[in-house]
Structure formats: C-alpha cells, structure tokens
Antibody, heavy 119, light 106 residues
Framework: QLQLQESGPGLLKPSETLSLTCSVSGGSMSYYWAWIRQPPGRGLEWIGSMYYSGSAYYNPSLKSRVTVSVDMSKSQFSLKLSSVAAADTAVYYC??????????????WGQGTLVTVSS | SYELTQPPSVSVSPGQTARITCSGDKLGDKYVCWYQQKPGQSPVVVMYQDTKRPSGIPERFSGSNSGNTATLTISGTQAIDEADYYCQAWDTSAYVFGTGTKLTVL
C-alpha cells in the first residue's frame, strides 16, 4: 500500500524559503506527484504537480515562488516556496496525482505537516 | 480565476439522503472529484471522474455532474459520514478546490 510522509521545518521567518520533502514507500514513483496546502480552519489549495520524468506545472498564483522536484533514486519529491509570509502558514500535504491535467485527482495523501511563518 | 462554490453546511438526519452541490461555470464539461476530510485527518477521495467510486468507498456514495453543478449524494447517511467535503476540478492551468461543505449528521 502506497504511503507518503512529509518532512521539513515547522517554523519559518518571513522572507525565508520553505523546503519540504515527501517520502514515498510501498509503490512505484512513475506517477504525477503533487503538493496541496490548507491554512488552519480553511479550504484546500493546489500548489503544484510534477511528473516523475520531470515536467512540472504550478498554480499561477504561486508560480513565481514555487519549485517542485522529484528524486527517483530516493523515492522522494520536494517542494520549495520562496519568500514566505504569514499567509503561507498552512498544513502542507503531498499526494499522488492519478493522471495529468483535466482528469487528475489526488490519492493517497500524506498525513500533512504544519508550517508556521512567524517572526 | 475559476471558482467552485459549495454550501458552507448541510445537515441531514441519520438514514436520510444528503446532497452536497458544487457550482462552477460550465462545470459539466469538466471532470469533478470529491474528497472527504474528517477533523485532524487528511482528505480521502470518495468520488472521481464525476461518478466513479474508489475501491473501499461505500455504495451509498454517488456522484453526478451536469450543466454548472456537480452533486455528491450520500444515501442512507450514517454518523461516520460527518465530515468536510470538497469538490475539485481542473480549469485551464490549475486544479481548483471548492469552498468546502461541512456535513452534519444529527
């Protein structure tokens, strides 16, 4: 059974770069992989997705600050979000994306990791 | 940017049918999926490509999508179905989630 686990710092200062890693176990990496976030008490926001072979696409609202990468050798994929602000405080989830673009959905999801941005 | 609108809350009595709607421009032309999120847990997909139910999801969950509205229907709602529900679709260049609906079973 595929399992995903997020890891990374839980507290950042404004203007720093958020770096998270998602470790994948129990299945193939030959899929799309995605990052999604959820501010406390609020709804879900897609951040970006990447195919295992390297093509990536991002939420236009975050595109200038986001990079997603995949490391097949380590069965991991990563998220970098630069110049964070308090509005970036959220639970960050990694997920497998079942297919690309219009027919894609996310399953399964990691347990999520809370990232707080505060001075 | 594209928006998906859901009612903030839906209440239903145990055993009754709950219907959660998701509205967006020409939504019927897109694939919609639905996620269930219980407090403190990660979302779980309960419906994908409008009407397909993942393995392990009870048959009481069904979906439809036409015109500007997609609907998640839960027949014979049980207490364990109480959760937040989110719809999701793809538009042009981004995956968009709905605003979320809190389903209360009382």
């Amino acid at each position: 059974q595929l399992q995903l686990q997020e890891s990374g710092p839980g507290l950042l200062k404004p203007s720093e770069t958020l770096s998270l890693t998602c470790s994948v176990s129990g299945g193939s990496m030959s899929y799309y992989w995605a990052w999604i976030r959820q501010p406390p008490g609020r709804g879900l926001e897609w951040i970006g997705s990447m195919y295992y072979s390297g093509s990536a696409y991002y939420n236009p609202s975050l595109k200038s600050r986001v990079t997603v990468s995949v490391d097949m050798s380590k069965s991991q994929f990563s998220l970098k979000l630069s110049s964070v602000a308090a509005a970036d405080t959220a639970v960050y989830y990694c997920a497998r994306q079942t297919s690309g673009y219009s027919s894609g959905w996310f399953d399964p999801w990691g347990q999520g990791t809370l990232v707080t941005v505060s001075s | 940017s594209y928006e998906l609108t859901q009612p903030p809350s839906v209440s239903v009595s145990p055993g009754q049918t709950a219907r959660i709607t998701c509205s967006g421009d020409k939504l019927g032309d897109k694939y919609v999926c639905w996620y269930q999120q219980k407090p403190g847990q990660s979302p779980v997909v309960v419906m994908y490509q409008d009407t397909k139910r993942p393995s392990g999801i009870p048959e009481r969950f069904s979906g439809s999508n036409s015109g500007n509205t997609a609907t998640l229907t839960i027949s014979g709602t049980q207490a364990i179905d109480e959760a937040d529900y989110y719809c999701q679709a793809w538009d042009t260049s981004a995956y968009v989630f709905g605003t979320g609906t809190k389903l209360t079973v009382l």
